[in-house]
C-alpha cells in the first residue's frame, strides 16, 4: 500500500529548461510535505518544503505546488542545471513532526547540457 | 561539518550471521531513525528514538533491533539475516519531535550471501 507515489521513474530534460517532478498521496491526513535530492553516494538532503495550508512556496529556482482536492504535488525546477541531476523523493507527513513521514520511491532527473 | 555518519558504508554478511550496522552524529539531534531501503523502492521507517524512548514500526521484523546508548550513536543490529534483508540502510536524525526535515548519512549497502 504505497501512500505516496511517484509515477515516473525517471526524466530528462534540457539545461535551460523546467524540471518538472510530480507525486501523488492518498492519506487525507497528511498536512506537511517535502522533497529531498539525493546524489549518488550521499544521502537525500532536505530541499523545500510546504504546509497543506499553503498551496505554493519557492526557494530561489524550486517551486513546490501543492493540489489538495486532488493529492498532488508538484516541484518545479527553473531553469534546471545539469547539477540538479539526482534522485529526487517527495515525502509526507501527518501530525506534527517527523515520525510518521512516508517517501516515495524517488524520479531520477536528468539534466542534459 | 555537523554531520550524519555511518559505518561501513558496505558490509558483508553471511545468511544468519548477526551483523551491526552504526551511525553517529555531530548534529545533537534528539531523534534518531533508521530506514531500509531496497532497489527503486521508496525508503521505508524501521525505528526511531526520540531520546531514549524507542518506537517501532508496526511492522519492523523482530529481526531487526537498535539500540542508542547516547544521543550521538545509534545502532542497527540485524540478528540472523536473510536474503531479503539486503539493502541500503539509511540513518537520518531530527532536531526534535516538532521538526519535520530529516537529515540522513549516506547509507550503508548490506550484501547477504
Known amino acids: 500500500d504505497q501512500q505516496v507515489k511517484q509515477n515516473s521513474p525517471s526524466l530528462s530534460v534540457q539545461e535551460g529548461r523546467i524540471s518538472i517532478l510530480n507525486c501523488d498521496y492518498t492519506n487525507s491526513m497528511f498536512d506537511y510535505f517535502l522533497w529531498y535530492k539525493k546524489y549518488p553516494a550521499e544521502g537525500p538532503t532536505f530541499l523545500i518544503s510546504i504546509s497543506s495550508i499553503k498551496d505554493k512556496n519557492e526557494d530561489g529556482r524550486f517551486t513546490v505546488f501543492l493540489n489538495k482536492s486532488a493529492k498532488h504535488l508538484s516541484l518545479h525546477i527553473v531553469p534546471s542545471q545539469p547539477g540538479d541531476s539526482a534522485v529526487y523523493f517527495c515525502a509526507a507527513s501527518a501530525g506534527t513532526g517527523g515520525f510518521k513521514t512516508i517517501f516515495g520511491a524517488g524520479t531520477r532527473l536528468f539534466v542534459k547540457a | 561539518d555537523a554531520m550524519v555518519i555511518q559505518n561501513p558504508r558496505y558490509q558483508v554478511t553471511q545468511f544468519g550471521k548477526p551483523v551491526t550496522l552504526s551511525c553517529s552524529q555531530t548534529?545533537?539531534?534528539?531523534?534518531m531513525y533508521w530506514y531500509q531501503q531496497k532497489s527503486s523502492q521508496a525508503p521505508k521507517l524501521l525505528f526511531h528514538?526520540?531520546?531514549?524512548?524507542?518506537?517501532n514500526e508496526a511492522d519492523t521484523p523482530d529481526n531487526f533491533q537498535s539500540r542508542r546508548p547516547n544521543t550521538s550513536f545509534c545502532f542497527l543490529d540485524i540478528r540472523s539475516p536473510g536474503l531479503g534483508d539486503a539493502a541500503m540502510y539509511l540513518c537520518a536524525t531530527s532536531r526534535d519531535p516538532n521538526s519535520y526535515e530529516q537529515y540522513f548519512g549516506p547509507g550503508t549497502r548490506l550484501t547477504v550471501t
Open positions: 548534529l545533537n539531534h534528539n531523534v
Open positions: 528514538y526520540y531520546d531514549k524512548d524507542f518506537n
